[in-house]
């Protein structure tokens, strides 16, 4: 029919379709906006989303803000005839974008084609047409999964290859197109927008319930209203609607009645009544899985062709994704899953748990165990379900799944369970806090083992012995463990208990029993190569390790146990004992990035317990790195947490004797004695030896500071029994340290020299860096007096290197040393520090008598020059301008006549750029010039 034949019923239908709806009481979304905003030469604009994601509201908001015409077309039943459809469409960009008279050309060649074929182009050459001006013009398109997909997919492609350059269409449809799009988004001309992106976030759904609608809502209600619509509007307004009295939303939101009816009312009548029963009833039984595949639909659920129709259930975006796993798997909308359950309820309680058996055998054959227990489970199979979780617990426990296995085998409790798996159970119970019931379980587990099942009874006497331990009995839980003879055991086994015994004596203060517990495991692990241990067992090993300064073997096992250990907590434990071991190596780029790891654990599990050691870490190891404010705020953070009774004062000793030393390096020494006698008085009362043997050498370091040597004496010969005692390598480098340092101070120079060279050999055969860079700073005279008598020279000058220009004034006297090597060396070390302040140190030996010290000061000085990357980094402007004349060969009269200032001053000034530089001579200064600085100043000339 013609384009101007339309009766008045016909325009008034028109006339309700071309206006857009109201915006009303919704969220803007400047983000989506933004992401569907036109800004390139052409685009079309897809919103392609199920049913209520708010395709409608957006393109409405999109619209709002166009900049220019706009034509909104919203499609309906009588749309799917092409015909009527392109009819009504160029009725309606007529009324907006030319007048009655303009379209001529338009009628007579829609008369003379076939409008299906080519409607793009006709749309196209209307707008042409209409708008000679250019003026932006848009075409929102609304419900267009309503048009017939071949025409739309062709409509689609003509108008984004045809439209001007100032036009754009936007599109909004259920299902996807099935227009070929790649080639035109790889041209720029498409934009997609999918159900993902139009997903409201936790913070968006706050907004519109709190601010736009004004109701009271709990975090923890919008957290749970998040998860279960996951971001699906329509659902959370039916929901709210639900739930909806006064202003206030109830916490507990699936508890409500009817609080799904009206969700379900909509995805009947908008979603599945729509569909084919052969799709339904795939739909319904595939439900029953968490993760759907229709490889198991085909062969179980007795529905051929499941993968094509899950293919065509997704285009259609049935509330159907695929999943991050590799296969073609999918997922249901929560809440859709919901709503097919509730229909196939329909067919009964046991023809539904056949579904299940059948599901889970088949997930069981394809290795996905844990899904095959939750059929069983859900399905009351619970023999199946036993035998199912019997080839699954081991790999659980690993992983730390307690929570799920405690409550699988709460729904077992009915049948007689295995002994390793009432092991497996107790651990569960453990983790959760129960360690009374845990023992229960694990007295009776133990009982029914046979002699031949070593190793379960070896695990289950150290769950048990964890179980009286973690309730505040560390002396019950010793001699439990006690009672398992070690011999005829395997050495993982001995090894296994010997730790676990090290530990436990550990924390019942029997120190002496721990050492002689440990030491008989480092035995058992050098002797023996041993496979996988446990996380915890390896981590306190490490730490005796630590304590006895072995950090290179430390670091090994720790290493290792990364890559066997699969439980979250024992990683996070190792972790922790990792980056204890790297900060004393002085790794402390390594140390801080195993630290963060660990403090984002302990903050996402909230791990009280562990908290304040990985805050002590952390902290020292920002004091280490310069980073000294932000360490020090961790470290009082860690000392709060103790004090809040988050763990015992054994901690509390440690990071008190931190903050003593690290007031004692920021030259508060009344301070830092403060903080070593109250981690000494901690240590002491908890009857820790190693912390206060520690603290005891912190606080003779301080009275050194002080000036009383006697003092501190006293306090390292205590010291010294203890850790020699006790074997604390550590702590024994610590002691010779302050000895050599007491001995320097009351000039007893051959005592000095003996406990540096022991200090230091052990340092460095142990790789105690952490400790000596930091005692550097502060003892730097002593570093050059190892120096001086090249006592362990590699390693000391290793480390001079890494503290850097601090190391400057102590390295100064070194440069008047008699002997030449002693000289040269210093040389070299003023070079690799990288300070420019060297220069002036090294200018004076460039005239050496010894050549290898010449060499040493000449390539120091052009490695400390490099650094100078402009003459404003040593120079003053005037000596800039001076040096720059230099360079050109002017002599001190003509230097001074051109800057008018006198010949005197000009000499002044060339000895200072000497000084400066570490030159000799004006040809130096004029090559040094040119070489460096003469390409970068575009004033100078030859």
């Known amino acids: 029919m013609p384009v101007e034949a339309a009766d008045p019923a016909s325009a008034s239908m028109l006339a309700v379709k071309t206006v857009p709806p109201k915006i009303g009481e919704t969220l803007w979304r400047p983000r989506l906006i933004a992401a569907a905003e036109p800004g390139m030469r052409r685009r079309l604009v897809v919103i392609s989303a199920p049913g209520g994601y708010g395709k409608t509201t957006l393109m409405a908001q999109m619209a709002s803000s166009f900049a220019g015409k706009h034509i909104w077309y919203r499609l309906s039943g009588i749309d799917r005839n092409p015909n009527q459809f392109i009819n009504n469409l160029i009725l309606s960009a007529s009324l907006i974008t030319c007048k009655t008279d303009e379209v001529s050309s338009v009628k007579r060649l829609r008369l003379a084609r076939d409008v299906h074929r080519e409607a793009g182009f006709l749309l196209a050459t209307l707008v042409e047409e209409s708008s000679q001006d250019e003026e932006p013009l848009g075409f929102f398109l609304d419900d267009f999964h309503l048009l017939d997909k071949g025409f739309a997919a062709q409509l689609i492609n003509q108008l984004t290859r045809s439209l001007p350059s100032h036009a754009i269409v936007v599109i909004a449809c259920r299902t996807?197109?099935?227009?070929?799009?790649?080639?035109?988004?790889?041209?720029?001309?498409?934009?997609?927008?999918?159900?993902?992106?139009?997903?409201?976030?936790?913070?968006?759904?706050?907004e519109l319930l709190t601010c736009t609608w004004g109701l009271e809502v709990q975090p923890a209600t919008i957290g749970r209203l998040s998860s279960l619509t996951e971001g699906w509007i329509a659902g959370t307004i039916l929901i709210i609607d639900a739930l909806r009295k006064g202003s206030r939303l109830p916490g507990a939101i699936e508890e409500q009645p009817n609080v799904f009816r009206n969700v379900f009312d909509y995805m009947a009548e908008e979603v599945f009544d729509h569909q084919t029963l052969e799709m339904q009833e795939l739909l319904e039984r595939s439900s029953l899985m968490d993760v759907v595949d229709p490889q198991i639909c085909d062969n179980v659920l007795a529905a051929p062709n499941a993968r094509v129709m899950f293919q065509l259930a997704e285009r259609k975006q049935l509330f159907l994704r695929r999943t991050c796993d590799a296969g073609e798997l999918y997922r249901f909308h929560p809440l859709f899953r919901r709503f097919l359950q509730s229909k196939l309820a329909a067919e009964g309680d046991e023809k539904i748990n056949g579904y299940r058996l059948q599901v889970g055998k088949a997930l069981e054959s394809a290795g996905r165990g844990r899904q095959a227990v939750e059929q069983y489970l859900a399905g009351a199979c619970y023999k199946q379900a036993l035998e199912a979780l019997s080839a699954v617990w081991e790999e659980l426990i690993g992983?730390?799944?307690?929570?799920?296995?405690?409550?699988?085998?709460?729904?077992?409790?009915?049948?007689?369970?295995?002994?390793?798996?009432?092991?497996?159970?107790?651990?569960?119970?453990?983790?959760?806090?129960?360690?009374?019931?845990?023992?229960?379980?694990?007295?009776?587990?133990?009982?029914?083992?046979?002699?031949?099942?070593?190793?379960f009874i070896c695990r289950a006497a150290i769950d048990l012995a964890d179980c009286f331990n973690e309730s505040g009995d560390a002396v019950k839980a010793l001699e439990e463990l006690q009672k398992i003879p070690l011999q005829g055991m395997p050495p993982q086994l001995r090894f296994d208990i010997a730790c676990k015994l090290g530990e436990l004596s550990h924390e019942a203060y029997r120190y002496k029993d721990a050492v002689s517990y440990q030491n008989k495991a480092i035995k058992l692990l050098e002797g023996n190569s041993l496979g996988q241990r446990s996380?915890?067992?390896?981590?306190?090993?490490?730490?005796?390790?630590?304590?006895?300064?072995?950090?290179?073997?430390?670091?090994?096992?720790?290493?290792?146990?990364?890559?066997?250990?699969?439980?979250?907590?024992?990683?996070?434990?190792?972790?922790?004992?990792l980056a204890e071991c790297l900060l004393k190596q002085g790794a402390y780029d390594e140390c801080l990035n195993q630290a963060c790891k660990c403090l984002d654990w302990v903050h996402k599990k909230q791990e009280k317990k562990s908290l304040p050691l990985v805050l002590d870490i952390y902290g020292s190891v920002l004091i280490a790195s310069g980073r000294v404010?932000?360490?020090?705020?961790?470290?009082?953070?860690?000392?709060?947490?103790?004090?809040?009774?988050?763990?015992?004062?054994?901690?509390?000793?440690?990071?008190?004797?931190?903050?003593?030393?690290?007031?004692?390096?920021?030259?508060?020494?009344?301070?830092?004695?403060?903080?070593?006698?109250?981690?000494?008085?901690?240590?002491?009362?908890w009857g820790d030896q190693y912390l206060a043997a520690a603290a005891k050498a912190g606080l003779a370091a301080d009275l050194l500071l002080l000036g009383d040597a006697q003092g501190a004496v006293a306090y390292l010969t205590k010291a010294e029994k203890m850790a020699s005692r006790f074997n604390f390598g550590y702590i024994l480098t610590q002691i010779d340290l302050y000895r050599a340092w007491a001995a320097h101070i009351e000039?007893?120079?051959?005592?000095?020299?003996?406990?540096?060279?022991?200090?230091?050999?052990?340092?460095?055969?142990?790789?105690?860096?952490?400790?000596?860079?930091?005692?550097?700073?502060?003892?730097?005279?002593?570093?050059?007096?190892?120096?001086?008598?090249?006592?362990?020279?590699d390693y000391v000058s290793w480390i001079i290197a890494r503290i850097g220009k601090k190391m400057l004034p102590a390295l100064a006297p070194l440069l008047d040393a008699r002997d030449p090597a002693v000289r040269a060396n210093a040389c070299d070390l003023i070079g690799k520090i990288g300070n420019t302040d060297g220069i002036t140190l090294l200018r004076r030996l460039v005239k050496d008598e010894d050549p290898a010290t010449r060499q040493n000061v000449s390539q120091s000085l052009k490695r400390l020059r490099s650094l100078l990357k402009a003459p404003s980094a040593a120079l003053t402007n005037r000596e800039e301008q001076i040096l720059r004349l230099v360079a050109t060969g002017a002599s001190n009269a003509n230097i001074a006549k051109q800057l008018f200032i006198s010949e005197k001053t000009v000499k002044t000034h060339v000895n200072r750029i000497f000084k400066k530089l570490g030159l000799t001579n004006r040809l130096e200064a004029a090559i040094f010039y040119r070489q460096t600085w003469a390409e970068k100043n575009t004033t100078f000339r030859d």
Request: proline share 2%.
């Open 535 to 577: 996380g915890s067992l390896d981590a306190m090993l490490a730490a005796a390790l630590s304590r006895r300064g072995e950090l290179s073997c430390a670091h090994d096992l720790l290493k290792e146990a990364l890559c066997h250990n699969k439980s979250a907590s024992q990683l996070n434990l190792i972790q922790v004992r």
């Open 176 to 206: 996807r197109p099935q227009a070929r799009l790649g080639r035109l988004r790889s041209l720029g001309l498409v934009n997609k927008i999918e159900g993902g992106d139009l997903e409201f976030s936790p913070a968006e759904l706050e």
């Open 629 to 685: 404010e932000e360490g020090e705020a961790y470290l009082e953070q860690a000392a709060d947490s103790i004090n809040a009774g988050e763990t015992s004062g054994v901690l509390l000793s440690r990071v008190l004797c931190h903050l003593g030393s690290f007031e004692r390096r920021r030259r508060d020494f009344t301070a830092a004695c403060r903080y070593h006698q109250k981690s000494m008085s901690i240590a002491k009362k």
């Open 747 to 793: 000039g007893l120079e051959k005592e000095k020299k003996r406990a540096l060279g022991h200090a230091l050999a052990r340092a460095h055969g142990l790789k105690h860096h952490h400790f000596i860079l930091q005692e550097g700073k502060v003892l730097a005279s002593l570093l050059s007096v190892a120096l001086l008598n090249t006592i362990e020279l």
């Open 399 to 455: 992983e730390g799944e307690y929570s799920l296995l405690e409550r699988w085998l709460k729904q077992l409790q009915a049948l007689t369970l295995p002994p390793a798996l009432q092991i497996c159970a107790a651990e569960a119970m453990m983790a959760a806090g129960k360690y009374r019931q845990a023992i229960v379980k694990l007295r009776r587990a133990k009982a029914k083992l046979a002699p031949v099942e070593q190793g």
